[in-house]
């Protein structure tokens, strides 16, 4: 039976729901310490996907709408880790789920070395199965190192070495694939919803420097973009507490704009809600 994309839910529908799509690895299994700092402040959204060969990005999209709808979600803030900062972008041309903002982990629009896409494309479909089970198992020992204090990622590094099998080497080529076409710089530019991004000050596997000055001459939406010292491209893990609360501070920045208190007047108007002909009056830019 086909794999199906998976949603796990912590928190209550009243909070402010904040929905992780996970890097190219494609599951939650490296984001426990960042949801045990999250605490109980927002419904946290955790995505696994299918090792499928066949989805496009605008498919990544369409089943995350339609697993968010079966659940009951119908807007929320979106947190795009590396891979997924694409399935955002599409998610935003689509205009099917209304996003409150979008924060970005170590994410893009188009990657600013295709060419090291392509070759990790190639070697990555060249590895075998069983080299790949040396790595993880090495790259596991490391983990348990790096995460010693947190007790949340240590029971899932389990599960994340489990999980990589030679189906899931094949998806993690496809999604390379489809990095390398992507293109969403139009979308980028028109874009109205706040846009943030968070990254390590490490990150080989995505050059912050060139990322952010693209979306600084070139995403009008862009409200700002963290750099984390000791962090490296997987940012939300490596710099758990420092990463929560960033996001929890932008999250809260965008509620305090919709809803000043100190004059109703001043209130900031959805950047959603112009497409909804219900609520054109709220329309707006932030």
Known sequence: MPEQLQLRIQGDASQPTLI???????????????????????????????????????????????????????????????????????????????????????????????????????????????????????????????????????????EFVVRRTELDRQAAVHRLRLVAAADFCEVARAARIPIFAITGVLDPIVPWFPVRRWFRRNCPALREYKIIWRADHNVLSTAADASAEQVIQWMKSKSEMRNPKSDPKLETPNPLAAPNPAKAEEGGQL
């Open 20 to 158: 992780y799509l996970p890097g190219l690895h494609g599951d939650w299994t490296l984001i426990g310490s960042f949801k045990r700092a999250l605490g109980n402040r927002v419904r946290f959204v955790e995505t696994t996907y299918p090792r499928t060969l066949e989805w496009s990005l605008d498919d990544y999209a369409a089943n995350v709408e339609t697993a968010l709808a079966e659940r009951e979600i119908t807007r929320g803030w979106l947190l795009g880790e590396s891979f997924s900062s694409q399935v955002v972008w599409a998610m935003l041309a689509r205009r099917r789920f209304e996003i409150e903002g979008i924060i970005f982990a170590g994410g893009f629009v188009n990657h600013p070395i295709r060419a090291a896409v392509r070759f990790a494309q190639k070697i990555a479909g060249g590895i075998s199965l069983s080299l790949l089970t040396r790595i993880m198992f090495g790259y596991a020992k490391i983990a348990r190192y790096r995460y010693r204090h947190s007790p949340e990622t240590m029971k899932n590094i389990q």
